[in-house]
């Protein structure tokens, strides 16, 4: 088969499916705006914007005009790319930042498959769930506005896949048909429990799993993923564990949200606010970290923490859980369509400092009886989340279904 794939920062979410059925020796074609590593078997193609974003644009529509110039640019693309004799049998992308806007008009007749991520909705989710950080009703509106994207590449799609129940829960009743549930998988034979591994850190400190390690992980660190309520929990963590060492994988900026009004960035508003009841030293930020590393430290995990709101569940959860780590959840819609409470992982009150800690003792209390639950965890990705034998299989099927008209 001949296969395209679109999206702003490929690989993203076909990092796996790509390089895969290029070593199936079908016809891949990449298009994005960023040029990224070679991988092997994909002719990778950027797109040129024909124009920046316009001055003293209302800026509920500025979002959307930024997408528009993208859809632009990558349809001049594609057009070159047809032009030039590729013709497709099945078009795979991710319309979140404008690109899958004009693709029908390109290759009308050619199935189009869309990874779609989440739908907004002005309150009842993720807008307006935390009242330290209120909407008001100018949200509500510019909130209605960020589907216009979203209404237009779920009309033109012959299908879309998404990961989770939750985030096909959000999208209007009329489309979740068209929608499939596959989770993009993670790779269960990487990451595994290792009891043996180590890793120092830029204090000198080496840590093995002898020690007591609780970790926590975002993106950036922000209220989305919990960081203010992580956050305040560690005077309370290290009154009750003094010698518990704490590793904060996250940049410095926002991925979700708003950026905070003062200037002052999330991550250091709330080290002020509880800097002088920590003990610092036993306090790990390491920033954005290499993959190896990044596992290297799950698997170190005594206890890992994971919060987010009622929003697009991390792969990092899914990850751990698969390290065999003992995870602690928020009570979030997301996260519960994984965990159950106290089968395959413990969940706390998101907003709750004190039930968080007071959750992270109890598991560094009784090592042996949380051994069940984090082998339950680590089942739970193997059975349902697991790429090779899961998730990787129902995706390839789902593409050859569309590709073959099915």
Known sequence: MKILFVHQNFPGQYKHIAPYLASKKHEIVAVSINKQPDITGINQIQ????????????????????????????????????????????????????????????????????????????????VGFDSEFPSDFVDSLRVRTK???????LNICDHGVTPTNF????????????????????????????NTVEATFQN???????????????????????WHSFARSI??????????????????????GSQPKDGISYKHRFINEIKDKVDWSKVYFTGRVPYNQFVRILQLSSVHVYLTYPFVLSWSMIEAMSCGCLVIGSKTLPVEEVIQHEINGLLVDFFNPE????????????????????????????????????????????????????
């Open 47 to 126: 797109y040129s914007l024909k124009r920046g974003t316009s001055q003293n644009i209302h800026p509920w529509v500025s979002d959307f005009e930024t997408k528009i110039i993208r859809g632009e640019g990558c349809a001049f693309a594609l057009m070159t790319l047809k032009n030039q004799g590729f013709k497709p049998d099945i078009i795979l992308c991710h319309p979140g930042w404008g690109e899958g806007i004009f693709i029908k008009e390109i290759f009308p007749r050619v199935p189009l498959l869309f990874f779609f991520e989440f739908f907004y909705h002005p309150m009842g989710v993720d």
């Open 355 to 406: 039930e968080i800690a007071l959750a992270v003792n109890m598991v560094l209390n009784h090592p042996d009886r949380m051994h069940k639950i984090r082998e339950k965890a680590r089942e739970t990705v193997i059975n349902k989340y697991d790429l090779k034998t899961i998730c990787l299989p129902a995706h390839i099927k789902l593409i050859n279904d569309l590709a073959n008209k099915r």
């Open 204 to 226: 000198g400190n080496k840590l093995t799993c002898n020690e007591e390690i609780i970790t926590f992980v975002n993106r950036n660190l922000e209220p989305y993923r919990g």
């Open 147 to 153: 589907n216009a994207n979203n209404l237009i590449t």
């Open 235 to 256: 005077p309370i963590i290290q009154a009750l564990r003094p010698n518990a060492h704490i590793l904060i994988i996250g940049g410095d900026d926002v991925s979700y």
């Open 167 to 194: 985030q096909l829960s959000v999208f209007p009743d009329e489309y979740k048909r068209k929608i499939s549930v596959i989770f993009d998988g993670v790779d269960t034979n990487i990451l595994r429990p290792d």
